[in-house]
């Protein structure tokens, strides 16, 4: 398939939430048509260098487009090199919490940003995403520069900084293209299993987005694709395993794991180290090394729970865990259909990934919420419990549609696992 018929295929019609979004934007930001806006029987919808407004919206409605919105648009007082430099610097001197691995890098970071190049669609929605999903924006801006100390960090040369701070800027496009209170900074803890249905989506949007529409390196459009992959093949949306995922993949999905560890104003880096390092094999230690090297010489902020509730909530977990396991096998027995034994096949790994990641982290241990470690140990009960709410949305969307005992039984397995730390 030509990149043209693919390109029609993903971008043929406008997308109602990226749409929308602009459109929130363009109330504050003059974003005008780049060129005339056509349908494909040739009908002209829109003029050039007229401003966007509701009135698009509507013309749009269900429209095939000769070619797609995004490619037609620009955002004539958007995102600019120098404007990111000033976001940056911003995070720079605000962000405590990251100032460890960002202020050593921070005067080549500010260098390198001025250089990046903004292709118009990404900027446009950069720019889109800055009027009217702040929070969004503003992750990207983490991203970018988490992304780009941590190269800068590992001994990267000028290419590799930049490459890795387009990734990190990039890497959530794909999260315009679906309504807002499904993304990443709002509500990743909170999606039920339809609204993740949702989200899992967006790093292959991503893809598409800047493989399509834009003139970045291929090597940037792998790694947007890439940021929820893990290398123990526990992540989404290919479960890619090892040497299937770039460098420059498991480079953004650190930063990114990284950050969403950090998204409580009540977390320190020292939280973001042991989320990162919960499962053992899920990221790159080339990488995890730079931060949890920062971090040691940070305070870990006391923990919010005495030691005998840690102690209660930890054995709790394993009794969790013992329970997961033990119904998994049981349903595992007998006939089951391929949709069944495809998401029990995927929650047994998934809850044995979590096992090695309690057996590892020493939460058995009597004494493991006594001490200087009651913080660590908090923080690593806490991981634990939200990935297993990430295992069963991952299985109840894995299994699809089954038989209605089936699909009680199996839904009946993933009410077992906590949505959260036990109250």
């Keep these: 398939m030509s990149t043209t018929n693919r390109t029609a295929s993903a971008f043929s019609t406008a997308n109602p939430h990226a749409l929308a979004t602009i459109l929130e934007a363009s109330e504050t930001r003059r974003i005008i048509a780049a060129t005339d806006i056509f349908d494909l029987a040739g009908t002209k919808l829109w003029a050039r260098n007229q401003p966007v407004s509701a009135e698009l919206q509507r013309k749009l409605l269900d429209r095939k487009l000769r070619e797609p919105l995004e490619a037609c648009l620009l955002a004539e007082d958007g995102v600019t090199p120098a404007s990111l430099g000033s976001a940056l610097a911003e995070l720079v001197e605000r962000e405590a919490r990251l100032a460890p691995l960002l202020r050593p890098q921070a005067s ?20 889109a995403a800055q009027a009217a999903r702040p929070v969004a924006f503003e992750h990207a801006v983490s991203a970018m520069g988490l992304a780009g100390a941590l190269m800068a960090q590992h001994g990267g040369q000028t290419p590799d900084i930049r490459l890795a701070m387009l990734c990190g800027l990039l890497h959530d496009l794909g999260e315009m293209y679906i309504a807002p209170e499904f993304g990443e900074a709002d509500a990743d803890r909170e999606l039920d299993t339809l ?20 003139n970045y390196p291929g090597a940037v459009a792998r790694a947007v694709a890439e ?24 480079l953004v ?40 090297r920062a971090a040691r010489g940070e305070p870990m902020l006391p923990p919010v729970m005495d030691p005998a509730d840690i102690r209660a909530r930890r054995e ?18 007998g006939d089951r259909s391929p949709a069944m034994a495809q998401a029990l096949e995927l929650a047994s790994f998934l809850v044995a990934r979590l096992r090695i990641g309690w057996n590892e982290s020493g939460l058995w241990h009597p004494q ?16 634990l ?24 039984a199996l839904a009946a397995l993933c009410e077992s696992l906590p949505m959260g730390r036990p109250a």
């Excluded at 989506?201 to 399509?212: E, N, R, S, T, Y």
Aim: proline residues 3%; glycine residues 8%; hydrophobic residues 50%.
């Design 195 to 214: 609204s993740y249905r949702q989200l899992v989506v967006h790093p292959h949007v991503g893809l598409l987005l800047v493989a399509q529409l834009t």
């Design 108 to 127: 080549k970071l500010l260098r390198e940003v001025t250089h990046l190049h903004l292709h118009p669609v990404a900027q446009l929605l950069l720019s």
């Design 385 to 408: 419990y939200f990935r297993l709410r990430g295992v069963q949305r991952a299985v109840m969307m894995k299994a699809g549609e089954l038989s209605a005992t089936e699909a009680g």
């Design 253 to 292: 999905a650190v930063a990114d794991a990284a950050l969403a560890a950090l998204r409580s104003t009540h977390d320190a880096l020292p939280r973001a180290s042991v989320a990162l390092r919960a499962v053992p094999g899920e990221f790159d230690l080339a990488w995890v090394g730079h931060l949890t």
């Design 227 to 250: 940021h929820h992959e893990r290398l123990d093949g526990s992540g989404y949306p290919h479960r890619l395993s090892g040497d299937r995922i770039s460098v420059l993949g498991r």
């Design 368 to 383: 493991a919420a006594t001490g200087l470690d009651a913080a660590e140990v908090e923080a690593m009960e806490d991981e």
């Design 316 to 333: 709790a977990l394993g009794e969790v865990l013992q329970s997961a396991e033990d119904n998994i096998a049981l349903l595992a027995v």
